[in-house]
């Protein structure tokens, strides 16, 4: 059975940097394409990460590009995304996912991806 355990959330601050890392069971990271996405309230889940599995060629939103990373330690069967010059905007539930066949042209659609995470909760405020 497939687990994706996401944790690192919190109450940050304008400006501040955080790291998510999200846990696998069941399935090896290293075979899969890994993403994060992450839903404010009131609003759809959105795009903001995502590592392809065959070459680990790593893919950004624009609105995070430049700010956030993600990376992948094979070894523990974890992800990570790094997130530097948090907003307001920023602030969601950031959900871990992963998928092993999806096609590179849905790599931005969360419908491709078979394993989610719980979710782990982000608050930017002042």
């Known amino acids: 059975q497939v687990h994706l355990v996401e944790s690192g959330g919190g109450l940050m601050q304008p400006g501040d940097s955080l790291r998510l890392s999200c846990a696998a069971s069941?399935?090896?990271?290293?075979?899969?394409?890994v993403a994060w996405f992450r839903q404010a309230p009131g609003k759809e889940r959105e795009f903001v990460a995502a590592?392809?599995?065959?070459?680990?060629?790593?893919y950004y939103a624009d609105s995070v590009k430049d700010r956030f990373t993600i990376s992948k330690d094979n070894a523990k069967n974890t992800v990570f995304l790094q997130m530097n010059s948090l907003t307001p905007e920023d602030a969601a539930i950031y959900y871990c996912?992963?998928?092993?066949?999806?096609?590179?042209?849905?790599?931005?659609?969360?419908?491709?991806?078979?394993?989610w995470g719980q979710g782990t909760q982000v608050t930017v405020s002042s």
């Open positions: 996912a992963a998928d092993s066949t999806l096609i590179l042209s849905s790599l931005r659609s969360a419908a491709a991806y078979d394993y």
């Open positions: 069941g399935l090896s990271f290293s075979r899969f394409t």
């Open positions: 590592m392809f599995r065959s070459y680990g060629r790593a």
